[in-house]
C-alpha cells in the first residue's frame, strides 16, 4: 500500500473525511431499528457544518536553479526562462472562531508566501499565516477583514469516539468544490502512519480524496472530532482508508494561536522512550508488549523531579492506558499546562504512580544562521541547540551544540545529504560550540572538509574536496 499526503503544488491536497458522534454515550448508539430510520438524511448536519469549512489556495515563489539559464544556446531555442516560478497548492480548512480563525494543515501552506480562502458562500478573502505547527502538521489561519463573523464549528471530544460511529467529512477534492461524504470511525490510535511526529490518528473510511486536507470530520452533531490529513492509496484517489488529526491535538494547536504564541507550547517530560518489543517484555515478565520504557532522563527535568528513573515502564497517563511511547507523546501533549499529571509506572514488576509537572522544555536565543560562504555547509541554516529545540526537531534531549534545522532546496548542503536535526560537532579538527563558530571556520576557504556530525545517535565522520 501506498501512503500519500496529498497538498500537491499545482492541484495537491488532501482528505475530508469527517468524524465520530463524540460525547454520546454507549447507551445512545443503537443500530437503525426500521427502513424509515435508514431514510433518515444527514441535511441538517451539513447545513451547519458546511459554512464552516474553506478553500484553502496558497502559492509560493520557487527560484528556477536550471544549470542552462546561463547557457547561450539553450536560450536561443527556448527563450528565456523565469528565474523564479509560482507553485500553488489547494487544500481545505475549518473556521473554528467566529472572528475568522481556521485551522488546515501544514503541508497545505508550507513555504507560502501568499494565502487566499473561499468560502462556501463563494467570497475568497486574503489570510494570514498565524501559526504553523510542523510536528503535528497543523496551522492556523486568520482572515485579513474586519469585524466580520463567520460561520464556525465546536470542537468536540476526539477521546469520546468509538470505533463504528458515523462520520461526515467536508472538502473539496479535487478542486470540484465543495463535496459531503460519510461513513464510520474505523479505527482509533492509529500510529503507523508516519505523517508527524505525533502518531494518533482516528482512521474513517468516509471518501477522502486529494484536496481535502485540512478539511473537517464532523459527528452527527456537527462537533469537529478530526481534520482530515492523510490517505492509503495505489491510485491516488479514495480507497476507504483515511486519516484524521484528533480534535484534542487540534484544540492545543488553536488554543496556542489564540494566545497570541508563534509556536504551539507543549508539556515536556524530559526523557526519552522507547518501544517495548517482545524481548524488552519477556525480559520486563510483561504479559505482553505494551507501555514506553524509559531509556534517559534529563537532569532537573520533570520527569527527574518527580523520580521517574531510566528502566522504568510507563504504562498511564491520568489513568489512561498507554500502549507505546506515540501514545504517550500524544496523551501527554494534549494536556493542559501548569498543573500535574498522573503518571503510572512499573519499576521492577512493582506499580506506582508519579506526579509530572506540566510545563513547557527550557529554551534559550537560538541565533539561527544561514551559512552563505562556499563550503559543504551553503544553503543549511543551524541554531543553538536547547532542550526546546530538541524536543521539536525529536532527537536526544540531552544532546548539546549546534543543530541544523533548514537545508534549502538545491542548495549545496542538501546535495551532501546533510538533514535538518544533524548536530554539526566539529569542522577541520575545531569544535562547533554556536552557531557563529560554524559560519567563521566556513569563510576560510578550504579545500579540504573534515567534518563530524551526530545523527540518529550516531558520530559520522566525512572527508570532502571542495
Known amino acids: ?18 468524524a465520530l458522534t463524540a460525547g454520546v454515550s454507549a447507551q445512545d448508539r443503537r443500530v437503525p431499528s426500521s427502513a424509515a430510520e435508514v431514510e433518515l438524511s444527514f441535511a441538517p448536519v451539513v447545513r451547519r457544518v458546511a459554512p464552516a469549512v474553506v478553500n484553502v489556495y496558497a502559492a509560493r515563489v520557487i527560484e528556477n536553479r536550471s544549470p542552462f539559464l546561463n ?6 531555442f527556448f527563450g528565456a526562462v523565469p528565474r523564479e516560478q509560482v507553485q500553488r497548492s489547494l487544500g481545505s480548512g475549518v473556521i473554528v472562531d467566529p472572528a475568522g480563525l481556521i485551522v488546515t494543515n501544514y503541508h497545505v501552506i508550507e513555504g507560502a508566501s501568499e494565502v487566499k480562502v473561499a468560502l462556501a458562500d463563494k467570497r475568497e478573502f486574503d489570510a494570514q499565516i498565524v501559526l504553523k505547527d510542523q510536528r503535528s502538521d497543523l496551522a492556523v489561519l486568520r482572515i485579513k477583514v474586519g469585524n466580520e463573523r463567520f460561520s464556525s464549528l465546536d470542537f468536540g471530544n476526539s477521546d469520546e469516539v468509538q470505533v463504528g460511529d458515523v462520520v461526515l467529512a467536508i472538502g473539496d477534492p479535487f478542486g470540484v468544490g465543495q463535496t459531503v461524504t460519510h461513513g464510520i470511525v474505523s479505527a482509533l490510535a492509529r500510529t503507523q502512519v508516519g505523517i508527524s511526529d505525533y502518531q494518533f490518528f482516528i482512521q474513517t473510511d468516509a471518501a477522502i480524496n486529494p484536496g481535502n486536507s485540512g478539511g473537517a470530520l ?15 492509496s495505489r491510485s491516488g484517489g479514495s480507497q476507504g482508508i483515511g486519516f484524521a488529526i484528533p480534535a484534542n491535538m487540534v484544540r492545543v494547536v488553536v488554543t496556542s494561536a489564540r494566545g497570541g504564541s508563534a509556536a504551539v507550547k507543549r508539556p515536556w517530560l524530559g526523557a526519552k522512550l522507547q518501544q517495548v518489543t517482545s524481548e524488552i517484555a519477556e525480559s520486563l515478565a510483561l504479559k505482553r508488549p505494551t507501555g514506553a520504557l524509559v531509556a534517559s532522563v534529563v537532569d532537573d527535568g520533570p520527569a527527574a523531579r518527580a523520580g521517574i528513573r531510566t528502566g522504568d515502564l510507563i504504562v498511564s497517563v491520568d489513568g489512561t492506558a498507554i500502549d507505546d511511547p506515540n501514545a504517550f507523546d500524544y496523551r501527554f501533549a494534549t494536556k493542559p499546562l501548569g498543573g500535574t499529571a498522573q503518571i503510572g509506572l512499573v519499576r521492577q514488576g512493582r506499580e506506582m504512580t508519579v506526579a509530572v509537572a506540566l510545563r513547557t522544555a527550557p529554551d534559550r536565543p537560538r541565533d539561527e544562521i544561514e551559512i552563505g560562504s562556499v563550503s559543504p ?4 541554516t543551524v541554531a543553538n541547540l536547547s532542550p526546546a529545540l530538541a524536543d521539536e526537531l525529536g532527537i536526544d534531549p540531552q544532546s548539546q551544540g549546534v543543530v541544523i534545522v533548514g537545508v534549502a532546496d538545491g542548495s549545496q548542503a542538501q546535495s551532501l545529504g546533510f538533514q535538518k536535526g544533524d548536530i554539526v560537532i566539529s569542522v577541520n579538527s575545531r569544535k562547533i560550540e554556536r552557531p557563529a563558530d560554524l559560519e567563521r571556520v566556513t569563510q576560510t576557504g578550504s579545500r579540504l572538509w573534515r567534518i563530524t556530525i551526530k545523527r540518529g545517535g550516531q558520530q559520522i565522520s566525512v572527508m570532502l574536496s571542495g
Open 1 to 18: 500500500m501506498l501512503q500519500l499526503r496529498f497538498s500537491s503544488i499545482l492541484f495537491v491536497a488532501i482528505i475530508s473525511s469527517l
Open 218 to 232: 464532523v459527528d452527527l452533531k456537527g462537533r469537529l472530532i478530526g481534520i482530515n490529513t492523510a490517505i492509503y
Open 71 to 76: 547557457d547561450p544556446l539553450f536560450r536561443q
Open 377 to 380: 555547509f551553503h544553503g543549511a
